[in-house]
């Protein structure tokens, strides 16, 4: 499952970087994908920054794997 951030959405709370660090960063003011991590959305830390994100920028796609 595919996992990225809609910057149209992202109002930069960090919310997704303090939940999931391994696979999203802080940069510019907005939460983002960190490089190589875009098959993360399947990671339990993933779905619940999704769930829990403010701007709810985050998104998932793809199969249940």
């Known amino acids: 499952m595919k996992v990225s951030v809609d910057r ?3 109002y930069g709370s960090a919310e997704c970087a303090h939940r ?3 696979v999203f960063a802080f940069e510019d003011g907005y939460g ?3 490089p190589g991590r875009a098959e993360s959305g399947g990671d339990p830390e993933v779905r619940e920054a999704a769930e829990k ?3 709810q920028a985050i998104l998932l796609a793809g199969g249940t794997e």
Do not use: G, L
């Open 53 to 55: 994100c403010p701007s």
């Open 20 to 22: 999931a660090p391994a």
């Open 8 to 10: 149209a959405r992202c």
């Open 32 to 34: 983002v994908v960190r």
